[in-house]
């Protein structure tokens, strides 16, 4: 059975250990993943040891400004703002514009480099914040979102992000917004996978926690997004 309070206390400890008085560079979108592990981390150590970032862009919907304060009156931690805009745009400016799909993955390696940046100046870790369906799904851009030191979510499922979101007091705004990577204007997740996450979740547990396949097009579509996204999931191959 789900228990959200041991779930916390084992990422809490988790956090912990893995930080050792390290400074915690996270990047904050207004989605509930990267929500929750900021109020994880808000529970788990001192909060003066945490730099959150915001790196809005173009794409980036006012609402998502206005449940940026709410986390911060959430969390109380202080959220800073950097819109990377102007670096994408100095990018397009030397490269060239190519299709929706590729300058997306460019906005979110932007992010993760400032991340970095960060983690250098403070000598910190990033933390990450990709759950298991997205991990199982390769749902994140290689180098980008998926860069990290630490992923403290990475074995919850979705549809568990949501539960300890709720446990944990995340703003309602947050919880119930349609979750979308923003990396182009409309994106949203579950139009890409033609399906909701409490569906996808049920598949994927069936496939991967219980060991059942079923012959239908929705286990097929999934367990073919799980083979084609493989190389995400892999260290870079060398020579033994």
Not at 99 to 127: C, H, M, P, W
């Amino acid at each position: 059975m789900f228990n959200e309070d041991e779930v916390v206390e084992k990422i809490k400890t988790f956090l912990k250990s893995r930080l050792n008085g390290k400074i915690a560079v996270l990047g904050v979108s207004s989605g509930i993943d990267s929500s929750l592990v900021l109020k994880l981390l808000s529970v788990s150590i001192n909060t003066n040891k945490i730099k959150a970032i915001f790196m809005p862009d173009r794409f980036t919907r006012e609402s998502d400004y206005d449940d940026i304060k709410a986390l911060e009156d959430n969390t109380g931690i202080r959220i800073e703002t950097i819109n990377i805009e102007p670096v994408f745009s100095s990018y397009i400016s030397i490269l060239g514009h190519t299709d929706k799909k590729i300058e997306g993955n460019l906005r979110s390696r932007i992010r993760a480099t400032i991340l970095y940046y960060f983690a250098n100046q403070y000598n910190g870790l990033v933390i990450g914040t990709t759950n298991r369906t997205e991990y199982l799904l390769g749902y994140y851009t290689k180098f980008g979102d998926g860069a990290c030191d630490i992923e403290p979510i990475e074995f919850l499922y979705k549809t568990d992000v949501r539960k300890i979101s709720k446990y944990l007091g995340i703003p309602d705004s947050i919880i119930n917004k349609k979750p979308s990577a923003g990396l182009w204007e409309n994106q949203y997740d579950e139009d890409e996978l033609s399906m909701p996450y409490h569906r996808v979740d049920q598949i994927l547990i069936d496939i991967f926690d219980k060991n059942i396949r079923k012959d239908t097009d929705d286990y097929k579509k999934i367990i073919g997004i799980y083979n084609n996204s493989e190389h995400k999931r892999r260290m870079p191959e060398t020579l033994n």
